[in-house]
């Protein structure tokens, strides 16, 4: 069955500091992963994509990682900003039937 | 460019109306899906059609809800004889490529409040 498991389910930083989320999927066959940020009464918006043979990939403060031998995905956000405060959700996209398993999101809240 | 446009933004129904969600996809996709969030959870599939045709509704229930997405016009979601639990928020997302291989582009979602 595919899933897609997002850690920690909340999280509180201080303006500032550096904070890491982790996706670990089980979806196969793998055909690319995005991570999405969706601020509280918004749309999710497209942060980045990784394909298989990305291991880094950085958007400004956002820094993903992917690790396809062992399933496992991280979002890594530096000097974070009280704009971050958001829920970050982990997309992963199979190659058969394109089928989108939604991870259930880690809520993520900067406080000054 | 306008993006994805949703409305209504909010709406509120008392058990065994309808409700009817329209999403206007971005200029240019054909594509349109559904995604269902309840309130601290995450977002759930529901429908993916494109022009005058249902390509995946694994996830719709099977009763009271349907969807379409007309040659002209938006796509619209409808919830008969709501009931409680059908209060969520409905996002629409679009996309120019076909079968979840481009970006999917969200909308707003419409809240729904079933008293």
């Known amino acids: 069955k595919n899933q897609v498991e997002q850690s920690p389910q909340s999280l509180i930083i201080l303006e500032g500091k550096n904070c890491t989320l982790q996706c670990n999927y089980t979806v196969s066959p793998f055909s690319n992963l995005r991570w999405y940020k969706q601020d509280t009464g918004r749309g999710p918006v497209s942060l980045t994509i990784m394909t298989f043979s990305e291991n880094t990939k950085s958007n400004g403060r956002y820094t993903a990682t992917l690790d396809a031998d062992t399933k496992q995905s991280s979002l890594h956000i530096t000097a974070s900003q009280l704009s971050d405060s958001a829920s970050y959700i982990c997309?992963?996209?199979?190659?058969?039937?394109?089928?989108?398993?939604f991870g259930g999101g880690t809520r993520l809240m900067v406080k000054p | 460019n306008a993006g994805v446009m949703q409305n209504p933004r909010h709406l509120v129904r008392r058990r065994g109306q309808e409700a009817r969600l329209r999403c206007s996809p971005m200029k240019g996709h054909s594509h349109v899906y559904w995604y269902r969030q309840l309130p601290e959870e995450g977002l759930k599939f529901m429908v993916y059609?494109?022009?005058?045709?249902?390509?995946?509704e694994s996830g719709m229930p099977k009763e009271r809800f349907s969807a379409e997405f007309p040659k002209e016009g938006p796509s619209i979601l409808r919830i008969q004889q709501v009931v409680r639990g059908d209060s969520a928020a409905y996002f629409c997302?679009?996309?120019?490529?076909?079968?979840?291989?481009?970006?999917?582009?969200f909308g707003e979602g419409s809240r729904l409040t079933v008293l």
């Open positions: 997309v992963v996209k199979n190659n058969a039937g394109n089928m989108l398993t």
């Open positions: 059609l494109q022009k005058e045709n249902i390509i995946d």
């Open positions: 997302a679009s996309s120019g490529l076909a079968g979840n291989t481009g970006e999917l582009f």
